[in-house]
């Protein structure tokens, strides 16, 4: 079964600067998604980025960037120029890829880091 | 506006009643999905519909129940089987053919 770790249950950074959080995932599959998610205090969950397993090419959202470690099984969130409204827990999720069936489209999370952004 | 609603916002229920729980989306998604969030948890799934009138179970489907009559809806019956029913329930959709779900606002429901 697969699972993702993620190994920081908290995470502080000062407005303006940039923080990085980690996930890994165990998975013995070649072809996969994975995501982060963010989670602001109103509770609905925010799709930040997506990467897909076969991309070399780290995946960028504005501010937002992943570096995936294929081989390492990692897959870490870096957020440039920290902004306060960034202040959320942050999920990372995987999702197996293959022959087409609703099982292939499950989600797995992380438990998540909450990430807190001072002034 | 497009998007997924879910109600209600806080929901509170005696020990030993069902409860259903609404979730609706007029994104024109066909698959829907519940999951279900406890403290220092992520989330975990409760039952996935692909198509109206299917539904499969996920990892944690005892003492919950769905119907899918209508594209649109995907209610969640929390049963009096369900031994630890108090958390937070988010309701998620996804389009036919993309590998992302988009999320609903979410339901705390609090068993007194």
């Known amino acids: 079964a697969q699972t993702v770790t993620q190994s920081q249950p908290e995470m502080s950074v000062q407005e303006a600067e940039t923080v990085t959080l980690s996930c890994t995932y165990d998975?013995?599959?070649?072809?996969?998604?994975l995501f982060w998610y963010k989670q602001p205090p109103s509770r609905q969950m925010i799709l930040v980025i997506r990467?897909?397993?076969?991309?070399?090419q780290n995946a960028t959202e504005n501010r937002f960037s992943v570096n995936f470690q294929k081989a390492a099984k990692s897959f870490s969130l870096k957020i440039s120029d920290s902004q306060l409204g960034d202040a959320a827990m942050y999920f990372c999720?995987?999702?197996?890829?293959?022959?087409?069936?609703?099982?292939?489209?499950?989600?797995?999370f992380g438990k998540g880091t909450l990430l807190t952004v001072n002034p | 506006d497009g998007g997924i609603t879910q109600s209600p916002k806080y929901l509170f229920r005696k020990e030993g009643q069902n409860v259903t729980l609404s979730c609706e989306q007029n994104?024109?998604?066909?698959?829907m999905y519940w999951y279900r969030q406890d403290p220092g948890q992520g989330l975990r799934l409760i039952y996935y519909?692909?198509?109206?009138?299917?539904?499969q179970k996920g990892d944690i489907a005892e003492g919950y129940s769905v119907s899918r009559e209508k594209k649109e809806s995907f209610p969640l019956t929390v049963t009096s089987a369900q031994k630890n029913p108090t958390a937070f329930y988010l309701c998620?959709?996804?389009?036919?053919?993309?590998?992302?779900?988009?999320f609903g606002p979410g339901t705390r429901l609090t068993v007194l």
């Open positions: 990467q897909e397993a076969y991309k070399q």
């Open positions: 519909s692909q198509i109206v009138n299917d539904f």
């Open positions: 994104l024109n998604h066909d698959a």
């Open positions: 999720a995987y999702r197996r890829l293959g022959q087409s069936g609703g099982s292939n489209y499950k989600l797995t």
């Open positions: 998620a959709s996804r389009r036919g053919g993309s590998d992302t779900q988009y």
């Open positions: 998975t013995s599959e070649s072809d996969y998604y």
